[in-house]
Antibody, heavy 119, light 108 residues
Framework: QVKLVESGGGVVQPGRSLRLSCAAS????????MYWVRQAPGKGLKWVAV????????YYADSVRGRFTISRDNSKNTLYLDMNSLRVEDTGVYYC????????????WGQGTLVTVSS | SSELTQDPAVSVTLGQTVRITCQGD??????PSWYQQKPGQAPVLVMY???NRPSGIPDRFSGSTSGNTASLIITGAQAEDEADYYC???????????FGGGTKLTVL
């Protein structure tokens, strides 16, 4: 079955960097768009970034554009999110997710990894 | 960037029908998806495209779209349907994906 396992979360000071990873299994990783979606404590879901199946195209939310970079290694079935210049408002659970072949139709989600930005 | 607007909270009596709505300009051009999220859990896709349910989602869940408004309809709500529900869709701006603020469904 489809499995998405995030790692790399933790506590980090404002202005610092963090790299999240997502190990995928149970499906043809190189055939699907992949997403990062975050959820601040007690708040709703917010889309962060998406990357095309072949890594050729990436889109970012306004709030992270220029600071975060999404990437993937299809040979390792792994998705990444490099987060720089972190802010307190970046705190939340970060979910790795894949679509069903159509943009924004998110079929499967990981369990999430918590990122806390605090001094 | 575009936004999707949802009512923050909706309640339904056990066994009755409830409609959860989502409004936004992006829905004029793109179909929505709907997600159910229970406390402490990851979201689960319950409806996508025009009116498609993923495998394993009960047929009491259905969807409809008209103009800039999409609806998730639960016919005969069950206690286990109590959860937060989010809509999302593609958008035509650089903010390619947009989510609604979520609706907390209470089953009385």
């Amino acid at each position: 079955q489809v499995k998405l396992v995030e790692s790399g979360g933790g506590v980090v000071q404002p202005g610092r960097s963090l790299r999240l990873s997502c190990a995928a299994s149970g499906f043809a990783f190189n055939s699907f768009g992949m997403y990062w979606v975050r959820q601040a404590p007690g708040k709703g879901l917010k889309w962060v970034a998406v990357i095309w199946h072949d890594g050729s195209t990436k889109y970012y939310a306004d709030s992270v554009r220029g600071r975060f970079t999404i990437s993937r290694d299809n040979s390792k079935n792994t998705l990444y999110l490099d987060m720089n210049s972190l802010r307190v408002e970046d705190t939340g659970v970060y979910y790795c997710a894949r679509d069903n072949g159509l943009i924004a139709m998110i079929q499967d989600w990981g369990q999430g990894t918590l990122v806390t930005v605090s001094s | 960037s575009s936004e999707l607007t949802q009512d923050p909270a909706v309640s339904v009596t056990l066994g009755q029908t409830v409609r959860i709505t989502c409004q936004g300009d992006s829905l004029k051009n793109y179909y929505p998806s709907w997600y159910q999220q229970k406390p402490g859990q990851a979201p689960v896709l319950v409806m996508y495209s025009k009116n498609n349910r993923p495998s394993g989602i009960p047929d009491r869940f259905s969807g409809s779209t008209s103009g800039n408004t999409a609806s998730l309809i639960i016919t005969g709500a069950q206690a286990e349907d109590e959860a937060d529900y989010y809509c999302n869709s593609r958008d035509s701006t650089l903010n390619l994906v947009v989510f609604g603020g979520g609706t907390k469904l209470t089953v009385l």
